[in-house]
């Protein structure tokens, strides 16, 4: 099984802020590197797919670059429905499987 | 627009069976992968299976955790998607999410439904 390890697990930052978060494959899946952000009650929403094509409806503020085993994603000027819990997963092969998380709070 | 409403959580002793229905609208079912999620309370997020489309074979695949014990299926003149589980277990408590697969993305997910496992 590809093992996904995200980093960090957690994140302060203030509105407006830029953050990134961090994910490694433990072997290459080439650009098969999802991110969605998670907010408590919700499901998941997929922000960047092939490790940096944004989805649609997906603001601008929010960018993913990386390829092989070494990914990121980038947030410019947070804002407040940011904060929230990261996930980057992959999709080269199953099973599916999903880093542990980056969970970004208020500071 | 494209929906997915997943249905048939609730409370269940363990080693009893349930079956979560995933139904969708707004797309050509038919043509799509779907797949199921869960996440477990204070957990992340766990991919649990899913089914190709027709084109590909509608075949299925498992996570380790499940396979011999969940089953996804499909209709597709309903545009509904299955998870059939059996022999629960209080580990199999989460919240369980349908989502629809888009070329190697899983770009539509339903709201998700509760299955809490307990005696």
């Known amino acids: 099984d590809i093992q996904m390890t995200q980093s960090p697990s957690s994140l302060s930052a203030s509105v407006g802020d830029r953050v990134t978060i961090t994910c490694r494959a433990s072997?290459?899946?080439?650009?098969?590197l999802n991110w969605y952000r998670k907010k408590a009650g919700e499901a998941p929403n997929l922000l960047i797919y092939?490790?940096?094509i944004l989805q649609s409806g997906v603001p601008s503020r929010f960018s993913g670059s990386g390829s092989g085993t070494d990914f990121t994603l980038t947030i410019i000027s947070l804002q407040p429905e940011d904060f929230a819990t990261y996930y980057c997963?992959?999709?080269?092969?199953?099973?599916?499987?999903f880093g542990q998380g980056t969970r970004l709070e208020i500071k | 627009e494209v929906q997915l409403v997943e249905s048939g959580g609730g409370l269940v002793k363990p080693g009893r069976s349930l079956r979560l229905s995933c139904t969708t609208s707004?797309?050509?079912?038919?043509?799509?992968?779907m797949s199921w999620f869960r996440q477990a309370p204070g957990k992340g997020l766990e991919w649990v299976g899913f089914?190709?489309?027709?084109?590909?074979?509608?075949?299925?695949e498992y996570a380790a955790s499940v396979k011999g014990k969940f089953t996804i299926s499909r209709d597709d003149s309903k545009s509904i998607a299955y998870l059939q589980m059996n022999s629960l277990k209080t580990e199999d408590t989460a919240v369980y999410y349908c989502?629809?697969?888009?070329?190697?993305?899983?770009?539509?997910w339903g709201q998700g439904t509760l299955v809490t496992v307990s005696s």
């Open positions: 989502t629809r697969y888009s070329g190697w993305q899983f770009d539509y």
């Open positions: 707004g797309f050509t079912f038919g043509d799509y992968a």
């Open positions: 089914v190709r489309s027709k084109t590909y074979g509608g075949t299925t």
């Open positions: 072997q290459s899946i080439s650009r098969y």
């Open positions: 092939n490790a940096s």
């Open positions: 997963q992959q999709s080269h092969s199953v099973p599916i499987t």
